[in-house]
């Protein structure tokens, strides 16, 4: 995370604000927004699919700015979450893809796979994804006061609880070392 942030204020403070940023006019700061983003795909691979990657976000953000959208329901809200989610998951397929045919396989089987079971999808993975997806709305506080009450067990305990979250990572992590992203290139 800590990179990500040193990438984003790079991004903003070396590129889109000497660009001009948003203070040129409309035109200018779309086009300011694909550069910025394009350049960020393009810093995270040396490849055409981290471009197109980076190229996703920049539409979406200059499509975003276009339409002004402000939600002011909560339907509104749950709708802009869940589309936002389905476009950054449309661009993972391309920034994981080692091709774009690659990736057009991926996409392909997301419109013709049904009824085919996958061997990634499980109990457990559900489960995390669940997890995961309410670990988002966790109140304010309750992590600070979660690691406050851990602090207070016994050693042992937390030793056990340590093994436990060991196990569970283990058992939802991929079989044997999973590559370095970044060497695919």
């Known amino acids: 995370r800590r990179l990500h942030m040193t990438l984003s204020r ?3 403070d070396y590129l889109y604000i000497p660009l001009g940023g948003n203070r040129k006019g409309t035109l200018l700061t779309y086009r300011n927004l694909m550069l910025t983003m394009l350049l960020g795909g393009l810093w995270h691979g040396a490849a055409w699919t981290f471009v197109v990657w980076g190229g996703i976000h920049g539409v979406g953000l200059s499509v975003e ?11 509104a809200r749950w709708f802009g979450r869940i589309l936002t989610f389905h476009v950054v998951c449309f661009g993972w397929i ?4 080692d091709s774009f045919g690659r990736a057009g396989q991926v996409l392909e089987r997301l419109f013709t796979a049904w009824g ?8 457990s993975v559900v489960l995390a994804i669940v997890v995961g997806i309410a670990g988002q709305y966790i109140r304010p506080g309750a992590v600070g006061s979660l690691l406050a009450g851990f602090q207070r067990l016994p050693v042992v305990a937390q030793g056990a609880c340590v093994a436990v979250s060991l196990m569970v990572i283990n058992t939802l992590g991929p079989e044997g070392v999973a590559p370095f992203i970044y060497f695919r290139f």
């Open 10 to 12: 790079w991004l903003r």
């Open 116 to 123: 085919q079971s996958s061997p990634l999808v499980t109990t």
């Open 65 to 75: 700015r276009a339409l002004n959208w402000r939600p002011t329901s909560t339907a």
């Open 94 to 97: 391309f920034f994981r893809a």
